[in-house]
């Protein structure tokens, strides 16, 4: 019997005291954070909001098996937000609609959310109605009865293990009514407990026919936020959820089959989300230092090329970088690689690494 084949279905039960310690320390973290912003001047925070939102839309993309183009998301994002950055791109219809289901998850946290809201973002999704070569039912829950029941499968064909059957396409109207009545009831539930119930419950309903995963984590990002007080976001609970994502499965999978207990999720929501916390100092950090960095260098005159590599290099570029590198990545010819290059250290943007020769390789100069 799956979950919301229980009787009760969907009145879960936890024990409180079994987390407690683990809620408190999340709530420290949190003021910690929010505090440790607040110190900041505008344009970080600034800053800190665009890299925060760039990392959800690629980090989610990412747990589904989908790699997004860094530059292409900030570029989108960037445009939506106002923000001014040097090497903008063409974003592309798709991600495009990965970010404004973002922005309105986070930016329209006191929104209620509605079917047709929901409908929205789903559809943001898949643009084109199709999901790769496949055609995707957007804008809408699931209605083809003859793709009933939905089931979460693993495994080749004929040895497939089955993880997870949703409820079938007739009842998705009742069941997220139900859903979302509660989740837009204002209630005494800490805002914590409250994203982490919100997402199983969603995942576990499985209303669309594709985009189930990234539809109910912009669900726990509008929650948090809503628990944060505030659209500004600093830390990125999708990104280490990626870092998670064997124990994320495993998490769903077992609260779908333990009963209407859901104590060991709340548990692992909550130290993910605690998780979180411990890893966005460093993340920011790094935020920061890309921000002064481009202060440094408004007026510096750059050309695409140089921008998207110095971003490469400023996200922390994997390896040694050298010009038959940089030619590849770049994805132009060694000759002018190499004077991107040179021109970069003539700028002290870059320094020779220690060596030289055939295995000359550069990176960032100390600002």
């Known amino acids: 019997m799956y979950l919301h084949q229980h009787k009760d279905w969907p009145n879960f039960t936890w024990e409180a005291d079994v987390f407690a310690t683990l809620l408190l320390e999340a709530r420290h973290q949190q003021g910690r954070i929010l505090g440790w912003m607040e110190a900041l001047g505008f344009d970080l925070q600034e800053e800190a909001k665009l890299e925060t939102l760039a990392l959800n839309v690629i980090k989610s993309g990412e747990i589904e098996g989908e790699i997004l183009a860094t530059d292409k998301v900030r570029s989108s994002l960037a445009r939506k937000l106002g923000v001014p950055m040097a090497g903008m791109v063409a974003s592309g219809r798709h991600i495009d609609g990965l970010v404004d289901m973002m922005l309105d998850a986070t930016r329209n946290f006191n929104t209620q959310l509605t079917h047709k809201r929901l409908f929205g973002w789903q559809a943001a999704l898949f643009p084109t109605g199709h999901s790769g070569i496949y055609v995707v039912e957007a804008g809408k829950y699931r209605t083809n009865a003859s793709d009933d029941p939905m089931q979460i499968v693993s495994g080749a064909l004929g040895r497939e293990k089955v993880h997870y059957t949703a409820p079938d396409s007739a009842l998705l109207q009742k069941e997220m009514a139900q859903f979302l009545n509660w989740f837009n009831k204002k209630d005494a539930l800490d805002s914590f407990l409250k994203a982490a119930i919100a997402h199983l419950w969603f995942e576990l309903i499985h209303p669309f026919a594709d985009g189930n995963g990234r539809v109910g984590r912009a669900i726990?990002?509008?929650?948090?936020?809503?628990?944060?007080?505030?659209?500004?976001?600093?830390?990125?609970?999708?990104?280490?959820?990626?870092?998670?994502?064997?124990?994320?499965?495993?998490?769903?999978?077992?609260?779908?089959?333990?009963?209407?207990?859901?104590?060991?999720?709340?548990?692992?929501?909550?130290?993910?989300?605690?998780?979180?916390?411990?890893?966005?100092?460093?993340?920011?950090?790094?935020?920061?230092?890309?921000?002064?960095?481009?202060?440094?260098?408004?007026?510096?005159?750059?050309?695409?090329?140089?921008?998207?590599?110095?971003?490469?290099?400023?996200?922390?570029?994997?390896?040694?970088?050298?010009?038959?590198?940089?030619?590849?990545?770049?994805?132009?010819?060694?000759?002018?690689?190499?004077?991107?290059?040179?021109?970069?250290?003539?700028?002290?943007?870059?320094?020779?690494?220690?060596?030289?020769?055939?295995?000359?390789?550069?990176?960032?100069?100390?600002?």
């Open 220 to 367: 726990v990002d509008m929650q948090l936020a809503k628990a944060d007080g505030t659209a500004q976001r600093f830390y990125s609970l999708t990104t280490q959820i990626l870092k998670e994502r064997k124990a994320y499965y495993k998490q769903l999978e077992q609260a779908g089959e333990d009963g209407l207990d859901i104590t060991a999720w709340i548990q692992w929501f909550l130290q993910c989300l605690i998780n979180t916390f411990n890893a966005t100092k460093e993340v920011l950090e790094t935020i920061i230092n890309k921000a002064k960095f481009w202060q440094i260098h408004a007026t510096t005159v750059l050309s695409p090329r140089q921008v998207l590599m110095i971003h490469k290099l400023l996200d922390g570029f994997n390896g040694n970088l050298n010009t038959s590198k940089w030619a590849q990545l770049a994805k132009t010819s060694p000759d002018t690689a190499l004077r991107d290059i040179q021109d970069l250290e003539a700028k002290k943007i870059l320094q020779k690494d220690a060596g030289g020769g055939r295995s000359t390789s550069y990176s960032l100069a100390v600002q």
